[in-house]
């Protein structure tokens, strides 16, 4: 069978434990700034081969009758269910007391996929992009758990027909299966990452693991010390592509190594294992990983970029010390509860479910009048700000008759000028391209749609034509390709094109902080300026490469004379930026009027 009763050494647990604060710590920093640790979102991939291997070691003796299962489920509920819920139920209270409410019903259906554990397709379904974290869903982390309940119930399932049918050398069987998963893995396009059935293989390398664990591989015992190393180096100072399926590889080859030479060493030897810290960390690991992004979530919103570093750190870490001991520990190992759980648990949990959904939809939950009283943005009048996000707007203006006609090309940088340009006098028809999505100046520039815009755009006879340009590139590989793409993509439009390029505005915080932490929010230009040097300096040398290139700078409309007033409370009480790079809607709109005498000063064009 599958199975055997050797026995496993105890060094297995420091093993798990190490890397388990390794990842979590990895994750903490990645949520905290995906700029600076932007590979951190792999240590959700070290957690899936871990629950692979630890999962196999809790089956391995078992003989998978109708009794094994329920008690299999059952001590998974226990494990992850308390915390979970105390964490989702503690979350939701502050939310309610100090959350965005206008994400109310999205938050809503998240917390219900939380609990029935398929959050990941439901933030599939909505082609939420992982890697552009927007603060505005305290729950957004919890998809990788629904993938793990998903992975549990698929696993069990096997083991089951692999017992019930005495087939021999199931393992190899296995082995096809991960590698099945692994190829869609690869053939899949963008929607691999919150795809259980793409990211089962992940699990199956932990499966693997185990096995070859178990075989006494022979290997130095110098190979853990050299692959931890390049392990930390990798995380920490960049990857060697810039794709993520290539960076998720590396990272599991680098953990394959480390499982399969630490049989040959003492771990005491290694420096970072004489600190209990770590293993403990280790141990709170999931209460850490559930807690860390609702506190990065709302200390985000309410502090100063400076202080939510150290802050996040020590709030997450004894708020997950208590719900490891007060609450994991208590259901998950208490005989007596696990007596009486154990037999009416699954019927109970399901009441509970169809209560909280029946609850949450019965009296929406979100925009009863009470809940707007308690809630402290509510009563700073922030919902007349509005902070909704400007790359949902919908295109009104397609009027070829009227005015000049403006193509917009970028990523959400470009994106958040489409109300402004939208609401100008002096913009008849507008078109946007996605930068990301359909004219990806960052992979090929002789795309269908890179092709299909110059077409559109050089067809256009005989009428003014604009062409508004904006992104922002996040590596320094992305720069060099984006800029290089760009001057191709320039040289192939006709000359009566007019040609404007948007200066990025890098705020160093929150835009928020305006309204919630700072008594009045006011920078001088030149600061505002040095503060977004780095994304600016990208753009310098087109305007003398490409005569007809001008530059649009948002500090112009923003700033009088030197100083920058970004406070709602001084300017008709609009929350100028949702984040640091991002305009908000309203005022989006707002300056259409300033950006329209900008225009006509500039280009003097009679309409």
């Not at 940088?413 to 008849?428: E, K, M």
């Amino acid at each position: 069978m599958i199975f055997n009763n050797q026995k496993i050494k105890s060094s297995y647990f420091y093993e798990i434990d190490i890397l388990r604060a390794f990842s979590v710590i990895l994750i903490f920093l990645y949520h905290y700034d995906n700029k600076l640790f932007k590979l951190g979102y792999l240590g959700v991939d070290i957690f899936f081969v871990i629950s692979g291997f630890v999962i196999t070691l809790t089956l391995k003796d078992k003989k998978f009758s109708l009794n094994d299962l329920k008690n299999f489920y059952l001590r998974r509920i226990k494990r992850l269910y308390p915390a979970l819920i105390f964490c989702v139920a503690l979350t939701t209270i502050f939310y309610l007391l100090f959350g965005f409410l206008f994400q109310g019903n999205n938050i809503k259906d998240t917390i219900i996929s939380s609990l029935l554990g398929y959050s990941n397709f439901f933030f599939h379904h909505q082609s939420k992009d992982y890697f552009q974290q927007d603060f505005l869903n305290p729950f957004d982390h919890i998809w990788s758990l629904s993938v793990e309940m998903q992975f549990y119930v698929l696993y069990s399932i096997f083991l089951i027909c692999i017992y019930k049918s005495s087939i021999k050398n199931a393992f190899y069987i296995f082995v096809i299966l991960t590698f099945l998963s692994f190829l869609y893995f690869v053939i899949l396009g963008d929607g691999f990452f919150y795809n259980t059935f793409a990211r089962f293989w992940e699990f199956g390398i932990g499966v693997i693991l185990f096995f070859l664990y178990k075989k006494n591989f022979s290997i130095k015992k110098n190979i853990f010390y050299i692959s931890f190393v390049l392990l930390i180096f990798f995380f920490f100072f960049g990857s060697i592509t810039g794709t993520k399926k290539i960076e998720i590889l590396f990272c599991l080859f680098l953990i394959l190594i480390l499982f399969l030479s630490t049989q040959h060493f003492k771990f005491n030897k290694f420096f970072i294992f004489k600190n209990n810290f770590f293993c403990y960390l280790g141990k709170i690991s999931y209460s850490f990983y559930l807690f860390h992004f609702p506190i990065l979530y709302f200390l985000d919103l309410y502090l100063p970029r400076s202080y939510v570093l150290f802050a996040s750190l020590l709030l997450t870490f004894c708020l997950s010390s208590f719900s490891y001991h007060y609450i994991e520990n208590y259901f998950r190992y208490k005989n007596f509860y696990y007596s009486k759980f154990k037999k009416y648990s699954l019927f109970f949990l399901s009441v509970l479910l169809i209560f909280l959904i029946f609850f949450l939809n019965k009296i929406n939950f979100f925009s009863i009048s009470i809940i707007k009283k308690i809630n402290y943005l509510e009563r700073q009048n922030i919902m007349n700000l509005n902070l909704n996000v400007p790359e949902n707007y919908k295109i009104k203006k397609k009027q070829f008759n009227l005015g000049s006609h403006f193509y917009v090309l970028g990523d959400s940088l470009a994106q958040q000028y489409l109300p402004l340009l939208d609401s100008s006098n002096y913009v008849g028809s507008l078109a946007y391209f996605n930068s990301n999505k359909v004219c990806i100046l960052a992979v090929d520039i002789n795309s269908e749609g890179c092709n299909k815009l110059i077409y559109e755009i050089n067809s256009l006879k005989n009428q003014k034509k604009f062409l508004f340009i904006s992104f922002f590139p996040s590596t320094h590989q992305d720069e060099k390709i984006l800029i290089n793409n760009l001057n191709i993509f320039l040289n192939k439009l006709s000359n009566d094109l007019n040609i404007i390029l948007n200066l990025p505005v890098v705020l160093p915080f929150k835009g928020s902080a305006c309204l919630i932490t700072f008594k009045q929010c006011s920078f001088s230009k030149k600061y505002l300026i040095n503060a977004s040097a780095t994304k600016r300096d990208l753009f310098n040398k087109l305007n003398t490469i490409h005569s007809r290139v001008v530059y649009f700078d948002l500090l112009d409309l923003l700033c009088i004379n030197d100083n920058c007033n970004l406070s709602p409370k001084n300017n008709n009480n609009i929350l100028i930026f949702r984040d640091n790079i991002h305009l908000t809607l309203k005022a989006s709109q707002y300056l259409t009027s300033k950006y329209d005498i900008w225009f006509l000063d500039l280009f003097k064009i009679k309409f």
